[in-house]
């Protein structure tokens, strides 16, 4: 018979490494390998702020033909498209600069940005208006009145749509009255009250009056006792 050659065993524990213990690992490994760049999100307002000072100030420079070849370039970008509404840029960059910088309760969020470039397009449609239908393309391709963004709408509302002036001017402010509304978040209840006058009537009681009636009967006592005593 063959002889059977029995395996001994070894009876000492093995060393298990659970996955638990090699997620302990992984994770130690990445935290030593991970580099952290976090920035406050006053400072990241304040970079924006920033961003938007630089742009007011490199439009103005180039609209007045001190920033050179750039300068040239980022004009002919910007008024085929905006017209005449490129001389807005300087103003409202620096407007939301400032408010990036100073108003801290003021949060732009996505509202705030639609609502502003709303306006930009309905300012530069009712400006687009005062051109005649067959010229809409001519003067936009020269970068004046609306640009190709006056030409747009105003070529959507009034050929396409065949609205007419009256009707495209009343789409047209009345996209940016929503503009205004979305932008400053506003009503237009307290905008009037703004602008409105207000008018106090007070009635006089009948005690001031008496006490009226008193002063002038003794103002009338004491010049008759001054001419009394000259004469």
């Given amino acids: 018979m063959p002889r059977t050659r029995r395996v001994k065993r070894s009876t000492r524990p093995r060393k298990k490494t659970t996955s638990v213990a090699r997620k302990r690992r992984t994770t130690r490994r990445t935290k030593k390998n991970q580099i952290k760049f976090e920035v406050k999100s ?20 180039s609209l007045q033909g001190a920033f050179g070849i750039l300068g040239e370039i980022w004009v002919g970008i910007l008024q085929p498209i905006l017209g005449w509404g490129i001389y807005m ?46 010229d809409v393309l001519t003067v936009a ?40 509304l979305l932008s400053f978040e506003i009503s237009l209840v307290e905008i009037g009250r703004f602008f409105k006058p207000e008018l106090k009537i007070e009635k006089k009681s009948a005690k001031k009056k008496d006490d009226v009636e008193l002063d002038s009967e003794n103002m009338e ?9 000259i004469y």
Avoid: C
């Fill in 141 to 180: 391709q020269v970068g004046t009145y609306g640009g190709y963004v006056g030409f747009v709408a105003n070529f959507f509302m009034r050929t396409m749509l065949n609205i007419g002036e009256v009707g495209a001017a009343v789409v047209f402010v009345s996209v940016a009255l929503i503009s205004i």
């Fill in 89 to 134: 840029i300087p103003p409202l960059f620096l407007l939301i600069s400032l408010m990036l910088f100073f108003a801290r309760n003021i949060n732009f969020g996505l509202s705030k940005v639609v609502g502003i470039i709303l306006m930009v397009m309905s300012i530069l449609s009712i400006i687009h208006l005062a051109v005649p239908i067959s």
């Fill in 42 to 61: 006053s400072v990241v307002r304040e970079i924006w702020a920033v961003v938007y000072f630089g742009l007011a100030v490199v439009t103005f420079l």
């Fill in 221 to 229: 006592m004491a010049s008759d006792d001054v001419l009394k005593a």
